[in-house]
């Protein structure tokens, strides 16, 4: 601490602030009082003066009360306007909105979305001939205009940053909370953009968008524009798919990034230089630096010119948290070095943290801050401990194979916190591709967009090379990507399993050092020139003196017991989140449509359906089709099963072919490890189901047909005896017929699993039901079930009276999206489900829905 106190200090105020965020009230208290305390026996141990440790502790707390004073400002302007109106936000109209708008519009199909400072409101009351007039203050939200036409499309591209906009017929909505357990929360993330409400709007006839005066937004819009004419060189210079690679890593524009290039890298742990990263800053001002000095500028002036390209680098690649950091080290470090009193890289880092923090305390829990941070800290402080463990590699290679697993070492825990997956063969890639994209592409790349500008076939020429460069890194990528069984999904650990990593990784590498440090005195004394005896104790560890080889011993043992630790925490945080010899039951909320996992107490998983987005678009409003549509698959299913830990499914049951059911299995099938799916025995013609079983055949996914009559034990513990669909005595074996109603055939069964039993109905209709009690005449052969997923989302087609009078379900689970159009569940439904007393949990009143089975008890909890 005394050695470092910038250093010191920023890991006080990161510590404060974090207390302040996670825990409010008595708790933060009690907690604040309890560090406070222990603060003499932390300055002791970090050999600190009592003014120091004085010091240490008023930032510690300082910290702690700047971040409840920015929480304490950080609330809408508008809520406490709707309180005081006594008027709900679903019933407010707002007849005018006025603004700024302060971020580039985004139009994406029929949507264009921009960022706005509001200045004035106009709310009319409902049911009263009133107005209410609200003049606004550092109040921002976001602007969702729904475009009607596709001439509105060149309406739309008129709108810029820094532009008066007034907004007329506006909807006011809350943003979304999450909806299932360890889901995203949408609300939660804006609020640390200082973001309380979207504003959406019905056609471009709403929004009018004036030119705005001089301002630090009307710089941003020029910045946009400059970035643009950037972008559109660079597709000039570059073929798909390198150019939209190209454009994210020299200006930072990942708006045309091919979605399967950014798939490869992603899933290698290459994200970081599909966009601008710190890296890239160190690099372009090495270039310029040294293009500086071979021109015979002076190191002064040349020092001077670097200090003023990074503000003007970091503004033109989009002014993103990592960007920033390596712009203020940069020019700190510039700086220093030009007074000659550059000392120390890690106050120079923390210097950064401390002045990000303080300009916007929500960069803590923004993730692209924490990689930066944490990996440009893990590079300063350990590369040194891991070089002397390589000396085995050739001293050319030695330091880029030493800050390549130190980067995979120290950004492990955030990365599998995050995006809950690891590919065993990343620490391959980063050492062959980022060279390649790094540094050749990047000054490649550089050198061609700006010289095009000189001579566009110039430019050209000096791209081509680059572009050979990029589609040898795409195919290395999708090489690897190709190879199966290296993709790990891990559950997202504990901020304690987090600290216990950095500690283990930390005592190893000290040791190691140690250890090392130790023999080369060996070695040294071996070296001092004097005749030594030939004796087969001439090792340097035998050669040691007796206190030193004690030491030597003890580091060695020490490193054996921290590696024996590490061993031990990745297996706990590899383990799946759902405890073990507990069954559980989770209804996901996927909107309107199916998803339940069901994990066996032998820890089997099965996926009962997969939820999935409707669509009614026509050929002719192709117009309104999105880069990258919204797939409940693959933006809730597969990151929820990724975040809980399910390395693979043993099962998938597909109960029938609507896309409410199925759509989302295919992004399941990419992503996680399958064993087998089972379907109804016949399949619906579309390309949704099309698709899902060519992937499952190209996967060699097994394939099984379900019928009335068959019993799967996954377990033990576990059966699952299916009712549904019943087929006619005449039908053929071996054919699969292509059929497009499927609720009637849709797969039915019942679970037992340790004494509870789950009935499963997909959207079976009435005709179904009627059906399978006839063919099982009485329930008793079975047992009553305990939990009833009502069918068809609580249709009034499904769940007849005599279906709920044969089973007798104590309670009822409807899946069912909120405020869907269909009106379900049907209100028939509920009054039948009430009558009878049965409990009723609906997912979109109450969110995912967990059962969990203890000793033929289950316990219930609710998201919401």
């Not at 950037?230 to 798919?241: H, T």
């Not at 189901?689 to 060699?700: D, F, Q, S």
Request: glycine share 8%.
């Amino acid at each position: 601490m005394a050695r470092r106190p910038l250093m010191a200090a920023a890991c006080l105020w990161i510590t404060g602030s974090a207390l302040a965020s996670q825990y409010q009230g008595w708790t933060f208290w009690l907690l604040w009082t309890g560090l406070s305390l222990a603060f003499p026996l932390i300055g002791h141990l970090g050999k600190c003066t009592w003014k120091s440790t004085l010091i240490y502790w008023l930032i510690f707390s300082a910290s702690a009360q700047y971040w409840n004073y920015n929480e304490m400002r950080n609330v809408s302007t508008i809520t406490g306007i709707l309180n005081t109106n006594k008027v709900a936000a679903e019933e407010a109209v707002i007849s005018r909105a006025t603004g700024v708008i302060i971020s580039a519009p985004e139009t994406d199909g029929d949507k264009t979305d921009f960022r706005i400072k509001l200045t004035h409101l106009s709310i009319d009351r409902p049911g009263q001939n009133s107005l209410t007039e609200n003049d606004l203050h550092d109040e921002m939200g976001i602007v969702q205009v729904r475009l009607l036409s596709a001439e509105e499309l060149k309406i739309s591209q008129g709108w810029t940053r820094g532009q008066n906009v007034v907004l007329t017929n506006v909807s006011l909505i809350a943003p979304a909370i999450a909806r299932n357990f360890g889901g995203f929360d949408y609300s939660n993330y804006l609020h640390r953009e200082h973001i309380h409400w979207l504003l959406k709007v019905k056609g471009a006839a709403n929004v009018q968008a004036t030119e705005a005066g001089w301002s630090f937004t009307a710089i941003m819009a020029w910045n946009d524009q400059l970035r643009s004419t950037l972008a559109n060189r660079i597709g000039q210079l570059f073929e798909e798919p390198s150019a939209g690679f190209m454009k994210g890593l020299l200006i930072g524009v990942t708006d045309d990034l091919d979605p399967e290039t950014y798939s490869s890298f992603s899933q290698l742990g290459l994200t970081h230089i599909l966009a601008i990263s710190g890296s890239h800053v160190a690099i372009n001002m090495g270039i310029l630096f040294w293009l500086l000095r071979r021109f015979k500028v002076s190191k002064e002036k040349a020092y001077l010119v670097v200090l003023i390209f990074i503000p003007f680098y970091v503004l033109l690649t989009g002014f993103t948290p990592s960007v920033v950091r390596s712009g203020i080290m940069s020019m700190l470090g510039v700086y220093l070095l030009r007074k000659g009193l550059f000392k120390d890289t890690l106050n120079i880092l923390a210097a950064a943290a401390l002045l990000m923090l303080l300009w916007e305390p929500y960069y803590l829990y923004n993730v692209s801050f924490q990689l930066s941070f944490i990996v440009t800290a893990g590079l300063i402080l350990l590369v040194p401990y891991v070089n002397p463990l390589l000396t085995f590699l050739p001293r050319r290679v030695r330091t880029a194979a030493a800050i390549t697993i130190v980067a995979q070492i120290v950004s492990f825990p955030l990365t599998i916190y995050y995006f809950n997956q690891f590919s065993l063969l990343s620490l391959a890639a980063n050492f062959i591709i980022v060279p390649i994209v790094g540094v050749f592409s990047l000054s490649a790349g550089t050198a061609a967009l700006l010289l095009s500008f000189v001579w566009l076939q110039l430019g050209k020429w000096i791209a081509y090379p680059a572009h050979i460069m990029n589609e040898l890194a795409f195919m290395a990528a999708s090489w690897m990507n190709n190879r199966s069984g290296f993709i790990t999904i891990w559950k997202s650990p504990t901020v304690g399993w987090i600290a216990a990593y950095y500690i283990v990784i930390g005592c190893f590498l000290y040791l190691g050092r140690r250890i090392a440090e130790t023999e080369q005195s060996a070695v040294s004394y071996l070296d001092t020139g004097e005749t030594q005896p030939l004796t087969p104790e001439m090792s340097p560890v035998s050669r040691l003196r007796s206190p030193s080889r004690v030491r030597h011993r003890l580091y060695s043992v020490g490193q054996l017991l921290s590696c024996l630790g590490l061993v031990g925490l990745l297996y706990a945080g590899y383990q799946p989140e759902n405890p073990r010899n507990i069954g559980t039951v989770q209804f996901l909320d996927v909107g309107q449509g199916d998803c339940a996992l069901i994990t066996t107490p032998e820890g089997k998983n099965i996926l009962v359906d997969g939820g999935g987005t409707v669509t009614f678009g026509k050929p002719k409003d192709a117009w309104r089709n999105k880069k990258e549509p919204y797939e409940v698959g693959a933006k809730v299913v597969v990151p929820l099963l990724k975040k809980r830990g399910i390395h693979q499914l043993d099962a998938i049951i597909l109960t029938h072919g609507d896309q409410d059911h199925a759509g989302g299995l295919q992004a399941v099938l990419d992503s996680i490890p399958v064993n087998a799916l089972f379907i109804n025995g016949t399949l619906a013609d579309t390309k949704t189901i099309n698709k899902l079983v060519h992937t499952a055949l190209g996967k060699k996914i097994k394939l099984y047909s379900i019928s009335g009559g068959m019993q799967i034990k996954p377990d033990s513990r576990t059966m699952l005896t299916f009712l549904a669909p019943v087929l006619p005595a005449e039908s053929e074996e071996g054919q699969v017929p292509f059929i497009q109603e499927q609720n009637h055939l849709s797969i039915a069964f019942l679970m037992e699993m340790d004494g509870s039993r789950f009935l499963f109905t997909g959207d079976m209709d009435k005709a179904s039901e009627q059906e399978v009690t006839q063919k099982l005449g009485s329930p008793k052969g079975l047992g009553l079930p305990d939990v009833l997923k009502v069918a068809h989302h609580g249709s009034h087609t499904s769940t007849s009276e005599d279906w709920l009078d044969f089973w007798k379900p104590k309670a009822a689970v409807i899946s069912v999206g909120v405020s869907n159009s269909y009106g379900h569940p049907h209100t028939d439904t509920l009054d039948k489900l009430q009558k009878r007393g049965i409990h009723i949990h609906r997912t979109d009143e109450m969110g995912e829905i967990q059962m969990q089975v203890r000793l033929g008890s289950i316990v219930t909890r609710h998201k919401l």
